[in-house]
């Protein structure tokens, strides 16, 4: 099969969905496809000439490329090589390649591909929208405010509404973003404007929610089907960028050591989760487990992270699915 794999991107983790792809090309070679790499953001080519991928940025390209993801994703589509292919396999995590803008060219131009689509893409990127939805489903969640950033003339009023309606410590973060890009654990008032502003360098919508002391736990959900809960017990106060992509900065424990039925009802959780949203193909839903053991849906991720180490591969493990058999159903999922 001819595939497009679509890495980088234009959003502050286009490292990690380079690291993603080149563990997704790796394996689609494996499983035999023929398989062409780009960045939309630039149209560079992510394959050198010994075959191999690039997952390095280079060294002029900024760690927030500012090109246009449509303009340069358009010339693409539009490019006679691309009635030769058969899927869009997307390597991408966060801005333009996570929020619908991506998917809804690909549906224009009548190209299949894998994930969800552009209505889900766009839900789960919005993390207020997403906890709407997650309340009118009775799907518990902390609970929440969103702020618009307009600047330092907003910090004060925006930190006594804080101080208002929440107990310290609150997590500020992007409404937008992923990988914790932006994200601040704030355990004092005083704390409040820099909070603000690293989560405003990522975009004008800024979420605040109630911190959970507890065991962070995840869900992958693959058409629909539960995997195993995971728990990630990170070295650092939070499970931040960091701890995510630093070897040996988590431990993981796939299966989560929980109780058996505590499991099921997170599952059926996470599936609602990822319904309620309308996703589809593999997704990823994110929870905090309290010591009461009550649990918390925080988000879903849509394009889940994709390396040999992450949590979506390492939950299909469990169930004796390895990363070429994982790949193999994705790509069947987007083929219908």
């Known amino acids: 099969m001819n595939i497009l794999l679509l890495g980088g991107g234009n959003s502050s983790e286009n490292q990690v969905s380079l690291n993603s792809s080149k563990a997704m090309y790796e394996s689609l070679v494996r499983l035999g496809h023929s398989v062409l ?13 010994d075959g191999q991928f690039n997952a390095q940025l280079p060294h002029d390209q900024p760690n927030k490329p500012v090109a246009d993801p449509q303009r340069s994703l358009t010339a693409a589509l539009g490019s006679p090589e691309m009635g030769k292919v058969d899927l869009v396999v997307l390597g991408l995590h966060g801005g ?15 190209i299949k591909y894998t994930g969800s689509g552009m209505a889900a893409s766009a839900i789960a990127m919005n ?53 914790t890009v932006g994200l601040t654990k704030v355990k004092a008032a005083s704390e409040i404007p820099a909070a603000l502003r690293a989560a405003a360098a990522e975009g004008d919508r ?13 869900v992958a959900v693959l058409d629909g089907e539960a995997l ?8 650092n106060e939070l499970y931040d960028y960091q701890a995510k992509y630093t070897k040996g900065m988590s431990e993981y ?38 010591p009461d053991g009550r649990f918390y849906c925080l ?38």
Request: with cysteine; aromatic share 6%.
């Open 96 to 110: 333009a390649g996570e929020n619908g803008t991506i998917q809804a060219l690909l549906d224009l131009a009548g």
């Open 253 to 290: 424990i796939a299966p989560a050591e929980i109780d058996s039925s505590l499991a099921v009802e997170i599952q059926r959780s996470a599936v609602k989760a990822y319904e309620v949203v309308t996703a589809t193909g593999l997704a990823r839903v994110d929870f905090m487990l309290a």
């Open 228 to 235: 195993p809960v995971v728990e990630i017990r990170p070295k």
């Open 37 to 49: 790499a780009i960045d939309p953001s630039s149209g560079r080519l992510l394959i050198g000439t």
């Open 299 to 336: 988000e879903v991720n849509t394009l889940p992270g994709m390396t040999n180490l992450s949590l979506a591969p390492m939950a299909a493990k469990c169930v004796g699915m390895d990363f070429d058999a994982l790949m193999a159903r994705i790509i069947k999922s987007a083929l219908g």
């Open 127 to 179: 993390k207020a929208v997403t906890k709407r939805l997650f309340e009118s489903d009775a799907i518990p969640t902390p609970a929440w405010l969103l702020i618009k950033y307009t600047g330092e003339a907003c910090e004060a009023r925006a930190a006594a509404e804080i101080a208002h309606r929440f107990t310290f410590p609150v997590i500020i973060k992007p409404n937008d973003g992923g990988s």
């Open 206 to 218: 800024i979420l605040v929610e109630e911190f959970i002391q507890g065991r962070e736990l995840t």
